[in-house]
């Protein structure tokens, strides 16, 4: 059966980052990809000024009424950078009334990095997200939006006791697995966290000591493809991070390309990876 994802995010008209990275990565997975978008800007928020941004929260239920009344339904619905708890609700709706029975429900809680939060969101903000995780399969934090989440404090220091504690706080409150991106035990290493019912796993992979944006959502949109392709947990983790060093790794030789990163040219390699037994 062809698996269909619905994936709710803005549109960055420019700079590689949320439902332009997230549409090509779905597709080339072999997932039939739809989309509402949550926004519209003329470029990302990162290293751009003067953007323009539409809000699209009106036509969301719009789009989810018209889905209703045509019968389309989801294998997956993710979920990126959403503007307010308003539309939060409205993904709860689409879960209700465009998932298929074992539709599975992945929330990117994109909202903070680096100890504090993004412009435009705050604590308020992350209550909503709170209770947006709960009724997740799938929650996709990085180390500040889980500290966030959680109510834990934000550490550049830490072990793996306390990437446990904010994995074992974030299942309690409702969400079926938890992936925490970002995860770094030493200064030369980063790497994921997965913490469900079955435990802890984590996948190590070398420090690249630079920013690039859009990044996260390279790593949740190659994730969700692997994951809709039948990889476990761990498999997907260990895909999308590769993936995302791979892409990483080239870009940082263009010193002109600072707007994203280059994901284009390695999407064969992320295919092949997929399909691999």
């Not at 989309?35 to 969301?60: K, M, Q, R, W, Y």
């Amino acid at each position: 059966m062809n698996k269909k994802v619905l994936t709710l995010q803005d549109i960055s008209c420019y700079g590689q980052c949320s439902i332009t990275v997230a549409l090509p990565i779905l597709s080339a997975c072999g997932l039939e990809t739809a989309i509402i978008p949550s926004a519209v800007l003329s470029t990302h928020t990162g290293g751009f000024t003067g953007f323009t941004f539409c809000d699209l929260t009106p036509e969301i239920p719009k789009i989810l009424k018209h889905w209703q009344k045509e019968k389309i339904f989801f294998s997956a619905i993710y979920s990126g950078y959403l503007g307010s708890a308003e539309q939060m609700e409205y993904l709860k709706e689409a879960y209700r009334v465009c998932g298929l029975p074992d539709c599975i429900k992945i929330v990117d809680p994109v909202m903070a990095d680096s100890g504090k939060f993004y412009p435009g969101f705050d604590y308020a903000f992350a209550e909503k997200m709170k209770d947006l995780c709960k009724v997740a399969d799938v929650i996709l934090p990085n180390l500040t939006e889980a500290s966030i989440l959680t109510g834990e404090p934000y550490l550049t220091e830490y072990n793996e006791s306390y990437i446990k504690r904010l994995g074992e706080k974030l299942l309690s409150i409702g969400c079926k697995t938890v992936v925490i991106t970002g995860v770094g035990y030493t200064k030369e290493t980063t790497g994921v966290a997965v913490i469900n019912k079955d435990g802890y796993q984590y996948y190590c992979h070398k420090k690249i000591h630079q920013h690039c944006h859009g990044t996260g959502d390279i790593f949740s949109s190659s994730f969700t493809g692997a994951l809709m392709n039948g990889k476990d947990y761990l498999s997907a983790v260990k895909i999308a991070a590769d993936y995302v060093v791979k892409c990483i790794e080239y870009t940082i030789t263009d010193p002109t390309h600072a707007y994203g990163v280059k994901f284009e040219p390695f999407l064969p390699d992320l295919i092949k990876a997929i399909k691999q037994d």
